[in-house]
């Protein structure tokens, strides 16, 4: 009886662990890079404020009564203040950089996220900073510039500040959630869903005042908002918390090099977008550097001969 009491919690983590935890967490970045290719063709453009209040809010309360369980004591604010962070301000600066810059431009913005991540976790969770790790951070956001940078590439100041605003707003909850731990009890649906009805909360009356309801929202842009909030949001964001707390977090950081990787395949896929020879080099510098980012030194020697 109390071997079959036991099998189910072994079935919770993934083969492999840390890989396979590694291997599970890739899978939110990948879903992340569908949000430009769904965004243009099926959404009503120039309502960047609606859009991340569609995928914010219904996507939180719908993990909130999956999960059935409410935020307790210092969790109200703290889902706020993270909810706020990791989507609140981080998607409509997504939206405004990719309005006001080349789709490649905004893309390495958001690549400097590990970057960022890196520094932060030395000064707030004193996570060593070796130069092992932030050196491929920076090798993963030359191959992210290689793939998506063209020659036409232009630089808008606001496009620029807000797309390193972003990272700056992401890369600060991906932390501050490490920090705090998520509680004890509280699944990674329910976690997700604090946040995203925090975030959705914080962006309910902008997203009136500014943005308001966009005319003509047919099938084709209900289905984006669907895929948006409910696999781009509920789906990956309880994924990425559910890796981050039980992974470190510079390493995890990298996999967000997935995102603009995926975005870049798909425009390729979908859209017609040939790739160069330089590109796919760019490609293959990525993912060396998102591969190589999850060892450490010591690691690599001990599978060395």
């Known amino acids: 009886m109390s071997s079959a009491s036991q099998a189910p919690a072994a079935t919770t983590e993934p083969p492999g662990t840390p890989s396979g935890w590694i291997a599970l967490t890739a899978i939110a970045p990948v879903v992340w890079g569908t949000t430009y290719i769904v965004t243009t063709h099926l959404l009503p453009s120039g309502h960047p404020l609606f859009a991340a209040f569609m995928r914010t809010l219904p996507a939180g309360l719908i993990a909130v009564m999956i999960a059935r369980k409410l935020p307790h004591g210092e969790w109200w ?8 962070l990791n989507m609140g301000v981080f998607f409509p600066l997504l939206f405004v950089a990719a309005q006001r810059l080349p789709g490649g431009v905004a893309a390495t913005l958001g690549a ?19 130069s092992w790790r932030l050196s491929w951070a920076v090798v993963g956001l030359l191959g992210v510039g290689m793939v998506v940078l063209g020659p036409g590439a232009s630089l808008d100041p606001i496009g620029l500040m807000a797309g390193l605003g972003g990272a700056v707003s992401m890369g600060s909850g991906v ?20 946040q995203l009805t ?9 997203t009136l005042v500014v943005d308001g309801i966009p005319n003509g929202i047919d099938s084709r842009a209900v289905a984006g908002y669907a895929w948006l909030g409910l696999i781009g949001a509920l789906m990956a964001y309880t994924i990425w918390f559910a890796g981050i707390r039980r992974l470190s977090v510079t390493p995890t950081a990298l996999l967000g090099l997935l995102s603009p990787l995926t975005a870049a395949a798909l425009g390729s896929l979908v859209a017609g977008e040939a790739l160069n020879i330089i590109q796919l080099c760019g490609f293959a510098t990525a993912l060396t550097a998102l591969i190589a980012g999850q060892l450490s030194p010591r690691a690599r020697r001990r599978v060395l001969p």
């Open 112 to 130: 400097a996220q590990p970057i960022v991540v890196a520094l932060l976790a030395s000064a707030i969770l004193h996570e060593r900073l070796t």
């Open 77 to 84: 604010w703290k889902s706020f203040v993270l909810g706020t």
């Open 175 to 194: 932390v501050l959630s490490k920090k705090w731990r998520q509680p004890q009890g509280v699944g990674a649906v329910a976690f997700a869903g604090w």
């Open 198 to 206: 925090g975030g959705g909360l914080f962006l309910a009356l902008p």
